[in-house]
């Protein structure tokens, strides 16, 4: 099974690719900054060279990079193949992997496919195991693998115990 192959579209040349930090300053909405050689301009013509640039940077300023679109294409082979979706659902997996929906999607369809070798864990579950600081499949496999660890030096502890604890019980009575 092939991956998705997302493409990003060639730069613009003539595009700074960050906002006016002069226009956030004043509210208004975002402006992409244009590039001419060493100056960068924005649609209300402020104006900042490279210097003006690395002044924002060394104030600690951060400058809003506009975001790369990126279009998302599937692996050779892959079908489309239509299903109903709660469209809030659809919205919200559209937000959060933007740019990344089709291999995520992709991802969880070959994982569901896998059954049943995969296990789906959600809700109250999840909120459980996040208040103990397990975060990912990996930190469940290290908890039960120390719980399996733990049992067997139980085990152990009980082996060699358990003669001392019974020599001591016929001494005494």
């Not at 595009?15 to 956030?24: G, T």
């Not at 960068?40 to 104006?47: G, K, V």
């Not at 693998?145 to 358990?162: D, F, M, N, V, W």
Request: glycine share 6%.
């Amino acid at each position: 099974m092939g991956a998705p192959i997302n493409v990003v579209p060639r730069l613009q040349e003539d595009l700074a690719y960050f906002d006016c930090p002069m226009c956030e300053d004043l509210g208004h909405p975002a402006s992409i900054m244009r590039r001419s050689g060493h100056l960068f301009t924005c649609t209300l013509n402020h104006q900042l060279d490279v210097q003006g640039v690395q002044r924002y940077a060394l104030a600690g300023r951060k400058l809003h990079m506009t975001p790369l679109q990126v279009i998302e294409n599937p692996a050779p082979g892959m079908v489309k193949h239509p299903f109903w979706i709660n469209p809030e659902a659809l919205a919200i997996i559209q937000e959060k992997f933007k740019g990344r929906v089709i291999v995520t999607m992709d991802n969880y369809f070959n994982t569901i496919a896998d059954y049943p070798n995969f296990m789906i864990i959600s809700g109250a579950e999840v909120a459980a195991l996040k208040k103990i600081g397990i975060n990912s499949a990996k930190d469940i496999l290290a908890m039960a693998e120390g719980r399996k660890e733990l049992e067997e030096t139980h085990r152990a502890l009980i082996e060699r115990l358990t003669p001392i604890f019974n020599a001591a019980q016929q001494a005494t009575g």
